[in-house]
């Protein structure tokens, strides 16, 4: 059984950073995109930075670009996010993802994970991110 647990969440002040990270046990991530999704109050849950594992090609939704990098630790299965320079607007609950993928995959399936054009397989349980003075 796949299993994604985040860490990491917490509040932060505008212009602050945080490192989420995403540990997946109970599956290898080699056909994969590991993904981030942000929800905030009142909102859909949105793609945010995505990243097909076996090539690094990635997605980051306009948002994030400039902001916010993916980094991957193979020995430990974890996946993490950076987020610097934090707004307001940023906060929400932020979902660890995992799209295990099929028989030649199109080479633009990072975008399509994080825009919710090709589904997600796990998803991890949350962890909450409040940007605020």
């Known amino acids: 059984q796949v299993q994604l647990v985040e860490s990491g969440g917490g509040l932060v002040q505008p212009g602050g950073s945080l490192r989420l990270s995403c540990t997946v046990s109970g599956g290898t991530l080699d056909y994969s995109v590991v993904g981030w999704f942000r929800q905030a109050p009142g909102k859909e849950r949105e793609g945010v930075l995505c990243n097909r594992y076996s090539d690094g090609s990635t997605y980051a939704a306009e948002s994030a670009k400039g902001r916010f990098t993916v980094s991957r630790d193979n020995a430990k299965n974890t996946v993490s996010l950076q987020m610097n320079n934090l707004k307001p607007e940023d906060t929400g609950v932020y979902y660890c993802?995992?799209?295990?993928?099929?028989?030649?995959?199109?080479?633009?399936?990072?975008?399509?994970?994080?825009?919710?054009?090709?589904?997600?397989?796990?998803w991890g349980g949350g962890s909450l991110v409040t940007v605020s003075s």
């Open positions: 993802a995992a799209a295990f993928l099929g028989w030649a995959p199109p080479s633009d399936i990072a975008t399509r994970v994080c825009q919710k054009k090709y589904a997600v397989d796990y």
